[in-house]
Nanobody, 123 residues
Framework: QVQLVESGGGLVQAGGSLRLSCASS????????MGWFRQGPGKEREFVAA????????LYADSVQGRFTISRNNAKNTVYLQMNSLKSEETAVYYC????????????????WGQGTQVTVSS
């Protein structure tokens, strides 16, 4: 069974940085668009960032633009999310996801979800 395993979550002070990793066991990883989503307390799951199969194209939610960076290493079957200048409002469970397309991913086209990793930003 294909599995996405997130790591790197934890406690960080507001204004601090954290780097999340997502390791995939999928044989098609290098051909899959990947993304990050998050769900905060009392909130719906929201899109954070996406990256196409090669890493040549990325997309970010307006709320994280300029502060977060998504990247991938296909040789390691791993996607990353570098989060800088974190805000307390961004406390959430962060989920890694693999899409059905090589180029794009959104909540409606996710094929595989990770179990999530908790990110807590202290205020």
């Amino acid at each position: 069974q294909v599995q996405l395993v997130e790591s790197g979550g934890g406690l960080v002070q507001a204004g601090g940085s954290l780097r999340l990793s997502c390791a995939s066991s999928a044989r098609t990883f290098s051909r899959d668009a990947m993304g990050w989503f998050r769900q905060g307390p009392g909130k719906e799951r929201e899109f954070v960032a996406a990256i196409n199969w090669s890493g040549s194209s990325t997309l970010y939610a307006d709320s994280v633009q300029g502060r977060f960076t998504i990247s991938r290493n296909n040789a390691k079957n791993t996607v990353y999310l570098q989060m800088n200048s974190l805000k307390s409002e961004e406390t959430a469970v962060y989920y890694c996801a693999a899409g059905a397309s090589r180029s794009t991913i959104d909540a409606g086209t996710v094929r595989i979800w990770g179990q999530g990793t908790q990110v807590t930003v202290s205020s």
